[in-house]
Structures are given as C-alpha cells and as structure tokens.
C-alpha cells in the first residue's frame, strides 16, 4: 500500500516521533481491529502533527489541512505562531473512537470499512463547533459522516432527531422523524424537550397532526354519484353515501400519523364489497385510488414549511 497521506492513529504507544511508523510505513489505521485510511492531499506531505486521545492512542495529522478546514486553528491547539518544523505532540480530550470521527470530517474521507458507534458520531458532532468546525457545513447530504449518522436512524430515531435538532441539522433530523410517526411526542422526557427546542419540537408535532389533518380531509370527502341506474332513483345513493361515512367514521377513530396506504386500501376494499350497486362501486373504487395516490405522496418527515403537507390537499387528479 502507497506510503501515507493523511491523518493515522497509532496505537504503538513506543513510537513517539513522526518518522515512526505513520510516517515510514503503510496508510492503514488500526482501530477496533478494523485497518482503514484517511486520505489527503500530496501537498500535505508527512504528517507534521501528533495528537494524543484522551486514551492514549497516538494520531498523526497535518497542521496545513487542519487549519484549512478549521475555522479556529483547530481550537486555537494549532495558532500560527506555532508553526515551526518540528513535530508539537498535543493532548485532547476526547477519546481516539470519536477524534478518529472527527479527522475523517476534516479529511472527509470514507468510513470504511470502518464503522463508527453511534456514540462515537454524537460526541464527533458535539465536538466540531469546539474545533473550529460547523456541523451544518460538513455534517451535510452526501457527506461521509451523513451516511454513517443516517444508518441509525431506524434503530436509534429519537437520539438522532435530537442531535439534527441540537445543530440545526434539517437533513438529519427529517430522516429521523420519518421513524417518529408513531412516536408519543407529549412523552419527551424535559432533557430532550430542551435539547431538541421548539423549532424543532414544532416541526414534529406539525408532522403528526398534518398527517392526520390531511388524512381525515381525504376520507371524508365523499365518492362522486353516478348517473340514474335502476338501483338509485332521485334522492341518489343515499345508502352508499351513509355507508361511507360510517366506514370513514370507523377508520379515523383509528387513524395515526404513521398508517400505511395497505392499510386504508384493505378497509374500504372491505366497505366497496358490501355495496350492491355496480356504479357505486366504480365510483368507490376510483376515489379510493385517488385517496391513496394523495396520501402516498403526502411528506412522512418534517418540513421546513408545513404547507407542503397540505398542498396535497388542492391537487386533482
Ligand atoms: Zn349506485
């Protein structure tokens, strides 16, 4: 493998000078038994910087692709009347897994095979402003770190939701609030409720009750009536009308923000069957679809505006 280019973590704790082996030897990280690499830029040249975690694992890094990234000099570790040749050993206080977070976002460079604990990424993100790094800046779509943070959406949605919301994240925190369609929001503990804030704490219940708005908006508009057939004389259909509001009835006691568009197809397949007339159930069966095409495209996340929920409201078919 080509000789280093980026920032290394050596966990020989007997190296001590960068002519060791971040400097003579391969580019590969050993870290939770897992080798990957950062990478940089051929001007860069040898790293000129050694970091220590607060675990004592050795990283080596270059001052010129810090400070160019960094907004503060790498929280003022890394000033400019520090330059010099000779190589500054530096103390942080955050341990290698999350620092190991942190040089992949300055180096933007690709996590794998690598991957970094959830923990790891939260106390990574935590950290950036305090280094001179804006999360909204590099925590951004498409970025590496993005696609590890939005691996844990499913598993961890409320951690996460409440990391987007505590940097201003958008991208982050609406993947996250597809997962919370079902969650209890009047149960958010007081820590969270502060952390994730009211702006964000409105944009979540603007997408529960939106959803269920425009779900209810939908279903009770009633089926259009079809022309004078033998079973509807002049006062109409009168009993599939009533049917269906019996049966939108029955859906919206039930009705949350996270139901499946299966779900409302299989009930008024349900009420559709029990209609006697043929035209009815034509008719039915085409505003039903229409229902469901509505509600297909209705947002499941957040929004930054919460009209986009009720745009779908005004679309015709
Ligand atoms: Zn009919």
Redesign the pocket.
Known sequence: MAHSQGSNIDTNEGSNDLTGPAATQQSTLELAGVEHTYTSHEKDGPPDVVFISSDEIRLYAHRAQLCEVSNNHFGSLLMPSMANPTPTTIALSEDVYTLSVIFHVIYNASFKPYTPTLEALSNAINALDKYGLRPCSHVSPGSPIFEEVVKFTSRAPLIIYTLGAEHDLFEIAQKASEHLLTYPVNTLSDDIVARVGSVYLQRLFDLHAARIYVLQRLVTQRPDE?KP?T??GENG?ES?QLAWSNATAILILDVNPEILSETIQKHFERFIAT?P?A??RN?TESHVREILWKWSITPRSICRDTQDFYSVLSLTN
């Open positions: 079809h057939n079973h509807r259909c599939m209609l007339c035209e009815c008719c």
